[in-house]
């Protein structure tokens, strides 16, 4: 059976959600100006909405944050994103500008995996909220929060994949030494999302 969507509309100074399709459709129908959008939660419909229904915006988090993701379904291979709640990327704060494309993503060279980039995202999520003081990061990489970011990887790996789980091990005891906490998000509700993924 297929998740309940729920879409959010506005047609000039109403705005409003429905978990109807059909009932969004009929309101937006032929109206100039008229923005929608669907989401997984009534929610995130109210937060885009309160946010000015902007499409630029594809996700708000529910609470503030620091945010990461990888994805591969760019076709240039992996990149990394990593924002604040309102999806507003925050790579620039550890990256020099010559290495974030023009939407503030970092690609990864050829050859490096999906896991290896959420780990990296991972890294520089928690070089951020050291710097900045936030107190939560969310991912939504299992096998990266539960596993690599403890340090916790296979002794096969290769060696730069163990290095840097060392690293964001020793970053991740630092943030939460300090009351930092990682928590996991579902892809589709994560602002850092780069949508290559099937939610």
């Keep these: 059976m297929p998740k309940k969507k729920f879409y959010a509309y506005q047609v000039g100074e109403e705005k409003g959600v429905t978990d109807n399709w059909n009932e969004c459709a009929e309101i937006v129908g032929g109206q100039s100006g008229a923005k929608y959008k669907s989401f997984e939660s009534e929610d995130e419909a109210r937060r885009w909405l309160e946010a000015g229904a902007d499409y630029a915006v594809r996700h708000i988090a529910r609470e503030p944050g620091i945010y990461f993701d990888a994805g591969t379904g760019g076709g240039n291979g992996v990149e990394i994103s990593v924002t604040d709640s309102r999806g ?6 550890v990256l020099p500008e010559d290495e974030l494309s023009a939407c503030g993503h970092h690609l990864l060279e050829r050859g490096r995996t999906n896991n290896f980039g959420e780990l990296l995202a991972c890294k520089y999520a928690l070089q951020i909220a050291l710097e ?16 690599w970011s403890k340090g916790l990887v296979k002794k096969s790996m290769d060696s730069e994949t163990i290095s840097l789980a060392d690293e964001v091990a020793k970053l991740r005891k630092k943030f939460e030494r300090l009351g930092g906490r990682l928590a996991r998000i ?3 509700a994560n602002p850092a999302d780069l949508g290559f993924h099937k939610n």
């Design 88 to 93: 507003h990327g925050l790579l620039h704060r």
């Design 186 to 188: 579902s892809g589709g």
């Design 132 to 147: 900045t003081g936030m107190e939560k990061i969310f991912g939504d990489s299992k096998l990266v929060l539960d596993f």
